[in-house]
């Protein structure tokens, strides 16, 4: 198979942090745009539509996570076998995750059309908000098949060094997301009075073009090629080993996602008032993760390459100046975070009632950063290294063990409200994190390398 004319980047640990951090960062911060401005038009339209509409993502995030069985186990392979200088067989791989990918996107999208409304009443969702949060669900997650592709190529391209693509294709979707609320809500379109069925039309035009202009990519920058003959004989040893990996480690967001829906039942019956200040919190909260974020995927990446050329060392001296530099600067985002958060409030609800509510999540939000930052960096490069299983098994431990306990005890039993609740979030990203980074400083995840396995 001739990979002459690929055109992919060199990684390794002289290659400048900022060139694959950045775009990431510009990336995520673009996000979180999307889902602010989503907040504001959605806050102007009605306050209820914004508690439908995060009841819903955080249902349907349990779903995405579910795709990155696959996205996930292609970035370790991939990046570890560019380190490697082994890519014989890499169309086979692209190839096999993009198929795989795509046909659970298609029978998860079906799943939500068809038991959308059982999910939403499964969570006690207040009567008020039950309508749009189905309406949402139904249309968003009718297309997830697209965010299933999505995840796959996004994967690749970033292997490949081109980070930047993403960043592209945030700005896009951002472009196409704020014209169509725009139109449905208050522009032209407005006379048809879809609401948030118009916000999620947006949504799925927005993944239409995301996932067009990854593959567009792909092929124009001759990465790789997309074709079913290299399917057959069906290569059933390398799906194997994508699940090893991709299983355990999409199997700790899975834990993750249900963990916090556990917390979000908790804080439905509180009333439409805290549902809505959850979906606040979570907004401002987003943006003292995001540095942290873009050096955590980066930095694994880079563990990737380094780990499946058998520079252990390198890759452990990597993660430890990632983490130096991403703890204080996430920190002091968050305390920022809740000291402005009276003012930052007013862009998305003129409600003062919700104000104090948000205040107390956004002051516990200062404790679970630095939790969730080394959370972030460490286990990304486990997982970039090959050791899967074990955040797996201490997330469900400490999620289920410390997150929930405690959350349940000071949030409802103690009636300390959703501060409370989040109270359980920061007590378990903190032990996690504790307990990751003694792994990592005692080495147990060297010689995990999937390519020096195989």
């Not at 339209?45 to 996930?72: C, K, T, W």
């Not at 005890?409 to 300390?416: A, K, M, N, R, Y």
Request: hydrophobic share 50%; glycine share 10%; with cysteine.
């Amino acid at each position: 198979m001739n990979h002459g004319k690929q055109r992919t980047l060199e990684i390794n640990e002289k290659t400048p942090m900022l060139l694959l951090a950045g775009p990431i960062f510009v990336e995520l911060l673009l996000n979180i745009l999307l889902n602010n401005v989503d907040t504001v038009m959605l806050s102007r339209y009605s306050e209820n539509a914004v508690g439908a509409v995060g009841i819903a993502n955080q249902m349907m995030f349990l779903f995405i996570i579910m795709f990155n069985v696959i996205a996930g186990a292609t970035g370790v392979v991939v990046a570890q076998y560019l380190g490697a200088k082994k890519t014989d067989n890499m169309n086979q791989i692209y190839t096999l995750s993009f198929v795989f990918n795509l046909t659970l996107g298609i029978i998860l999208s079906l799943i939500v059309c068809f038991f959308g409304n059982g999910f939403v009443r499964l969570l006690k969702v207040d009567a008020s908000q039950v309508e749009d949060a189905v309406k949402y669900m139904k249309i968003v997650g009718g297309f997830l098949f697209l965010q299933a592709g999505y995840n796959v190529m996004v994967q690749i391209l970033r292997c490949h060094g081109y980070t930047r693509v993403g960043m592209y294709i945030s700005l896009a979707v951002n472009g196409v997301n704020i014209i169509g609320n725009y139109l449905f809500l208050y522009g032209p379109l407005k006379f048809l009075n879809l609401g948030v069925a118009g916000v999620a039309i947006s949504t799925v035009t927005a993944r239409v073009l995301a996932l067009t202009v990854s593959l567009f990519i792909f092929f124009r920058y001759k990465i790789g090629k997309l074709s079913l003959k290299t399917l057959h004989p069906f290569p059933s040893q390398i799906l194997f080993r994508m699940l090893k990996i991709g299983i355990p480690s999409a199997g700790e967001n899975m834990a993750y996602s249900m963990y916090q829906l556990v917390l979000l039942s908790f804080i439905t019956p509180m009333g439409p008032l805290a549902s809505n200040a959850k979906v606040y919190s979570n907004t401002l909260m987003s943006f003292s993760v995001v540095f942290s974020n873009a050096l955590a995927q980066a930095t694994q990446i880079v563990t990737g390459h380094l780990v499946g050329a058998g520079r252990e060392d390198a890759a452990d001296k990597r993660v430890m100046k990632t983490l130096r530099t991403s703890l204080p600067v996430a920190v002091g985002i968050a305390a920022l975070n809740c000291l402005l958060c009276p003012w930052t409030l007013k862009i998305f609800t003129p409600n003062p009632e919700v104000v104090p509510l948000v205040q107390q999540v956004l002051a516990v939000g200062i404790l679970l950063e630095v939790g969730r930052t080394t959370n972030l960096v460490v286990i990304g490069s486990m997982k970039a290294a090959g050791d899967v299983l074990f955040p797996v098994l201490m997330g469900l431990v400490s999620m289920w063990g410390c997150g929930i306990t405690v959350g349940y005890s000071f949030g409802v039993l103690l009636s300390l409200g959703i501060g409370g609740v989040f109270l359980g979030t920061a007590a378990d990203e903190c032990l996690r994190g504790i307990i990751m980074l003694v792994r990592w400083r005692r080495g147990s995840w060297k010689g995990k390398s999937v390519v020096r396995q195989q």
